[in-house]
Every structure is written in C-alpha cells, then in structure tokens.
C-alpha cells in the first residue's frame, strides 16, 4: 500500500506540473509567442490560453500599447552649415507580435537609431531658418520614412515631435538683432506712411479749402456785380424817368433830382471821419434858392421858357425864394 500510494501521489504532483506548464495567462495588453522545439508556431492574445507541456514554450511577451521613446539630444548640421542641437519623442505600436520578435533584434534600440539617423538625415537638408519655422513639416516627413521603415518589423509608428531646436548661443544672439532691425525697420515704415498719409490729406484739406474760398469769391463777385448791374439799371432808369419829365417841360423834377444828390453830398461830407469843421449854407433858404438857381440854368439849358404863374406874371428870381412845385 505504501508502494501504491507514493505512485498515485507523483501522479498527482505531475498532473499539477502539467496543468501549469499547459496553462497560461496572457495581461491584457500583451502578447505571447509560442515556440515549439525552438520554432514560432503562434501567437497567445490576452487571456487564459493552453499549451503543449514540453513541447511547446512561451518564446516573447510583447507589449502591444503604444509606447513612447525618448530620442536623445543630438548634433545636427544645417544645409546653411548651421550647428544645432535637437531632441524628440517618437510613439510606436506593436502590431504583429511575430514580426516584432523576429525580424529584429531589440526593437525600441532599433526604433530609437532610426529615428537619430532620419532627424539628421532630414534636417540637415533644410535652412536653418525653415528648420525652426516648419517644424511640422520635419514631424511628418520623419514619420514617414521611419514608418516605411519599421513597416516590415511589424511596428506602427504613430508619432515623432521634435521637441527643442538649440541653435549655438552666438547664432541666437544674431537672429536677435536680426529680428530687433527688422521690427525697427517695418516701424520706420509705418512712421513714414503714416507721414506720407498726413500730409496728402492736409494738402487734399487745403485744395478743397482754396476751391471752396474760390468758389465763394467768385460767388460773391457774380452777386457784386449784379448788385452794381441792379443798381445802374435803376440809377439808368431813374434818369431816364427825369429826362422825360425834363422834356415834358417838368422842371421840378430836375429841381428834385440836384437838391436830392445835394443833400447826399452834405451827408457824406459830415459823416467823414477826417472833417472837423464844416463850412457849409446852413440856412436852408439859401440851400432851396441854390437848387432853384440850378434848376433855372437847366431850363435854359433845354429851351424851355419861363412858366408863368396862374395870373400870367412872371416868377421872379430871388436870392431867398422859393420855386412853387
């Protein structure tokens, strides 16, 4: 019994020895490849899986997240024969566990030097100015061709940024004073075309201020001299209305017509600043006998007889009289 009994009890300890080598767990997020005798044969997925005892074996666990590699800082020669010093990230994706495990040895290190050699390759033949513009341009022309290349290892390559561009101290200190010219210079610029803006509309200010000053004046000598026009017109008429009177025989018109400009002249002679004494026929007897003496001269001046007065006597000429009207 004791014979049998240690027999049933290796046969209870290989049992349990073969369930765990034929049982495997697989995390979620990774993958396992099955060798059998030193061969691939599959490729385990998460999760509870079985294998041959013995036979077959675990051969690589695989990470299939994507992951994240950071690319050391690094020398680069620009096209301008720049020197500048440049890090990045880049993300990748194990897609085929199979080809990820034997279609390369160590995978990140191989990732990781062909993304060096590519930064350099692609940014040594670019400017230096382009190169610290475009930096979009440099992330998508590097993940293309490491993921052309990394295409056969069964590896997605998401993403590469270039994280900092350092160009040499010296380098930074002229693009400084590049950048500080250029700012002065557009300044300059605006300064003069604000200038150049002032002075074309004060000068359009001032042309449309003459023109309008001009085109007052000439308004107001158009109105001059239809007021000197209206006025000589009237002055024509009125004197053609008293030489008519005139040679109707009507002499208190033309008495009319002197003592009025007469009377004009005397006004004008007292209202004048300069004049302080004024010698003048106050008596206004003598001023009416001076208008009928005119009066008188321009009758004879026209022909005219002496009128009569309603009892046919003749009217005396007198120093103080006054003409009957």
Known sequence: MLGFDIFVLA???????????????????????????????????????????????IGRKLNVMEQVIEVPSQEVITKDNAMVRVDGVAFFQVLDAAQAS????????????????????VMGSMD???????????????????????????VKVTRIEIKDIEPPRDLVDSMARQMKAERDKRAAILVAEGERQAAILSAEG?????????????????????????EAEAEAKATAMVSEAINKGSVQAINYFVANNYVGALKALA????????????????????IAGIGEIAREAFGGAAQETPQGAKRERGGGSVPSV
């Open 102 to 121: 034997y279609e390369v040895t160590n995978l990140e290190v191989a990732i990781l030097n062909l993304t060096m050699t590519n930064i350099r390759t």
């Open 271 to 290: 209202e004048s600043k300069n004049q302080k004494v004024l010698i003048l026929p106050l008596e206004s007897s003598s001023v009416i006998g001076a």
């Open 128 to 154: 230096l100015d382009k190169l610290l513009s475009e930096r979009d341009e440099i992330n998508h022309r590097l993940l293309k061709v490491v993921d052309d290349a990394t295409h056969n290892w069964g």
């Open 11 to 57: 046969l209870l300890v290989l049992f349990v020895v073969l369930v765990i080598a034929a049982v495997k767990i697989v995390p979620q997020g990774y993958n396992y490849t099955v060798e059998r005798f030193g061969r691939y044969t599959r490729t385990l997925h998460s999760g509870l899986t079985l294998i041959i005892p013995f036979i077959d074996r």
């Open 206 to 230: 001032e042309k449309q201020a003459q023109i309008l000053a001009a085109e007052g004046r000439r308004e107001a000598a158009y109105r001059d001299a239809e007021a000197r026009e209206r």
